[in-house]
Every structure is written in structure tokens, then in C-alpha cells.
T-cell receptor, first 116, second 114 residues
């Protein structure tokens, strides 16, 4: 089965540094998402992306965050100036469709971000 | 807005015993409900989903879930646990009107004891 690939699997950074988390969605998918999971908490929606623009974002996704699809295959999440509370597992997901009930999300295995 | 509540962050069962993972939802519109599984060091994988057709939904690996509107529940069950079922399970909900983002519960870690 095709899969979503995320790199790196672990990222350690100093507070205030910029990080870029990378994702390669499934090739025929058109809708892309970032979710995150702080240790011991629920998986939280960050942002959805379609047709080269953000279609929805949560209140977590403030000006420190940005997403980009720089080429035909990659989908990146940038955190401009990391904070301690950004430490979490970040999941990328993609889907072929967003027809309600058919929005089967395929998730990557996540990037564990640790901000020191 | 939609939300789900998963009762029990950790559940332990013996191999061969019934698995029951509880999920209750809150939704102002008819919901679509999902169960995802996360095996160690892997991403989230869809187990099954309810989209207002049959109330009893069968998924992969022998799991099933029943939508009960009167109880606002969507509990996940499996008659006989296998060691390979040890994972974290997430209940999730989205609205049924057009595109709706998926909102996850806090997850339940299932331990299977030999």
C-alpha cells in the first residue's frame, strides 16, 4: 500500500531556532494536513492545505508556523522560532478526497520534535 | 463543534479475551466516526469508519464498532485479542456536511497479556 513518508523521524533543536519538517504525501493525493500530538495528549489538527493554499488552520497554527509545497512531491511544515511547548510528535497526512465520510487520511509515522 | 471522549487511557486484556475500547462523541450535526490504530513507531492507520449507513461497522483485523445514537457511543470491540493488537487506538469524529476536519480523542493504549 502507498504510504506517506516523513523525515526526519527525530529532530532536536534549541529554543528559538527554525525547524522544517518534511513530508512526501501519496502521489495522487490532493489534500494535505499536519497534526501534532504532545506527549500524553490528544492528536490535534494544525492545518489543511489544498491547491497550494491553506484551506483551514487551527488556533495553534499561529504566525510562527507556515506550510509549503515547494515542488510536486514535498509538503513542509516550518516553525520559525521554536518554543519549548512546540515539543511534540508531528504527523503529516494526505487524502485523495474530502467528500464527507470519504476523507480517508493516510498518516506518516511522524517526526518527534524536541525543543531544548 | 465535534469532539470525542475515550474512557480509559490504558486497557489491559488477556490474549483471547474480549477487547472493548470505549468512545463517546459529541456533535451538533450527524457525525462521521472513525477508529484509528497506531502501532509502535508507525503512523496512524484507519481501522474502520461509520458514515450513516449500517450502525455496525466491521473493520480490519477482526475489529468492529457499533454506532448507538441513544448513547452517543461508538465503542470498538474484538471478540478475541491477539498479541499483535497491542497498540494505541484513537477514536475520531468529523461532521457530515461537506469538508470537515477530523478531531481525535486522547487515545487508549491496549496491552495484551499472554
Amino acid at each position: 500500500e502507498p504510504e506517506v513518508t516523513q523525515t526526519p523521524s527525530h529532530q532536536v533543536t534549541q529554543m528559538g531556532q527554525e525547524v522544517i519538517l518534511r513530508c512526501v504525501p501519496i502521489s495522487n493525493h490532493l489534500y494535505f494536513y499536519w497534526y501534532r500530538q504532545i506527549l500524553g495528549q490528544k492528536v490535534e489538527f494544525l492545518v489543511s492545505f489544498y491547491n497550494n493554499e491553506i484551506s483551514e488552520k487551527s488556533e495553534i497554527f499561529d504566525d510562527q508556523f507556515s506550510v509549503e509545497r515547494p515542488d510536486g512531491s514535498n509538503f513542509t511544515l516550518k516553525i520559525r522560532s521554536t518554543k519549548l511547548e512546540d515539543s511534540a510528535m508531528y504527523f503529516c497526512a494526505s487524502s485523495e478526497s474530502v467528500i464527507a465520510g470519504n476523507e480517508k487520511l493516510f498518516f506518516g509515522s511522524g517526526t518527534q520534535l524536541s525543543v531544548l | 463543534a465535534q469532539s470525542v471522549t475515550q474512557l480509559g487511557s490504558h486497557v489491559s486484556v488477556s490474549e483471547g479475551a474480549l477487547v472493548l475500547l470505549r468512545c463517546n462523541y459529541s456533535s451538533s450535526v450527524p457525525p462521521y466516526l472513525f477508529w484509528y490504530v497506531q502501532y509502535p513507531n508507525q503512523g496512524l492507520q484507519l481501522l474502520l469508519k461509520y458514515t450513516s449507513a449500517a450502525t455496525l461497522v466491521k473493520g480490519i483485523n477482526g475489529f468492529e464498532a457499533e454506532f448507538k445514537k441513544s448513547e452517543t457511543s461508538f465503542h470498538l470491540t474484538k471478540p478475541s485479542a491477539h498479541m499483535s493488537d497491542a497498540a494505541e487506538y484513537f477514536c475520531a469524529v468529523s461532521g457530515s456536511g461537506g469538508y470537515q476536519k477530523v478531531t481525535f480523542g486522547t487515545g487508549t493504549k491496549l496491552q495484551v497479556i499472554p
